[in-house]
């Protein structure tokens, strides 16, 4: 998949950050429920369709009187699927992990998602933990204080949310964003990741001699 950020449209509307998120987590956790209620404040039940490698949303926000384009990437959480998401990792300023608090084998893998952030991004990377589902208490396998507990115990911001109700779901996108703005600016970022690139230095080899 191209990256929308390629696009030499001279039309094109300012922004004065553009920021990347990627949504990470088992199969089923509603990854792409929470994007869709964020983007469009919509919640599509009933059957349930697998995202097929990656894709992407794209939302425009005012925060901190900042014209922001958040460019939101929805991975698949099938695991045949996980090395093209793995590409994109690199590139991104922050990751929603994302567990089912109805699914104590989603928390499980907590470890192993937070780990592939770990060795695949850069450390300006920001994180943040959501148990989604919280609407379905009668079904629940994770209480809220574990989630609380873990995230704790790695450092992260933590909240509970539904896709389907639409709790907290602005929340965690807002909290994410300002956490990224706070520390840096993307744009800075991807300009000294541009410049580093301008001024490796070129090993001269030894001139063949010539017959
Ligand atoms: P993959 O693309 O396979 O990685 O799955 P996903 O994480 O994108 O999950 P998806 O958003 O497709 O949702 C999986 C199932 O959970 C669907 O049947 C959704 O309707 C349901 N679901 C998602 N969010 C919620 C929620 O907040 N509450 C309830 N009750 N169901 C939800
Ligand atoms: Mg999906």
Redesign the pocket.
Known sequence: MGDPDDSTNENEEYFDEKIKLM?I?????????????YCKNE??????????GIDFQIKNIELNSKKIRLQIW?????ER?RNIAKNYFQSSDGFII?Y?I?SSESFERLDYWIEEIKSNSDEFTKMILVG?????QD?RQIKKEEGEEYAKKKNIKFYE?????G?NVNEVFEYLVKDILKSYSPNEKYKKRASKMLTVPIKKGKKKKCC
């Open positions: 949504i987590g088992e199969t089923r956790t509603g990854k792409t429920s929470l994007i869709s209620r919640f599509k039940g009933g059957s349930y369709i697998s995202t097929i929805d991975t698949a959480g099938q699927f994302v089912d109805s989604n589902k919280c609407d379905i079904q949310v539904s896709a389907k109700e709790t």
